[in-house]
């Protein structure tokens, strides 16, 4: 039977989120230095990878941010050709984006960059301990919801 964790523990699970996010931040800042990406874009690039056609309120809500930091974004996304727009058939007013051939090339560019630098680490935890680090965080994540 497990033991319910305490507050102390939690706090200690808090803290150690927030060191490995700014880890990351900075470590994947260094694997892109030569993309003009900046790491929200590179993230929204790999939201819409992963999630499929989102809306910039959706965007907006898995990023904790406001709608009009996402818009920002997406326009130079579009810009650079990365992102396009489409009809929304759930709503007249708020479009759906899609990555572009060329933001599918670039998402996978970002995606083999940051593959080689794990396989670099040398480093692969076991699969269920990967999966049960995933569901606490998503759990995390659901109560915070």
């Known amino acids: 039977m497990s033991k319910t964790g305490t507050l102390e523990e939690m706090h200690r699970l808090a803290n150690s989120i927030r060191r490995t996010y700014n880890r990351l931040y900075a470590v994947t800042d260094v694997i892109h230095a030569d993309s003009d990406?900046?790491?929200?874009?590179?993230?929204?690039l790999l939201d819409l990878h992963r999630e499929g056609a989102l809306t910039i309120p959706a965007l907006a809500k898995l990023r904790c941010v406001s709608r009009q930091i996402i818009q920002t974004q997406v326009n130079e996304l579009i810009n650079a050709?990365?992102?396009?727009?489409k009809d929304n058939p759930?709503?007249?007013?708020?479009?759906?984006?899609?990555?572009?051939?060329?933001g599918e090339r670039t998402v996978q560019k970002i995606i083999d960059k940051e593959s080689d630098f794990i396989r670099q680490l040398g480093w692969f935890?076991?699969?269920?301990?990967?999966?049960?680090?995933q569901k606490v965080l998503d759990q995390i994540y659901e109560k915070l919801e």
């Open 81 to 85: 050709r990365l992102v396009a727009t």
């Open 125 to 133: 935890p076991e699969a269920d301990s990967l999966a049960k680090c």
């Open 37 to 44: 990406l900046t790491a929200p874009k590179r993230t929204l």
């Open 90 to 102: 759930n709503h007249k007013r708020s479009f759906l984006l899609v990555l572009t051939s060329l």
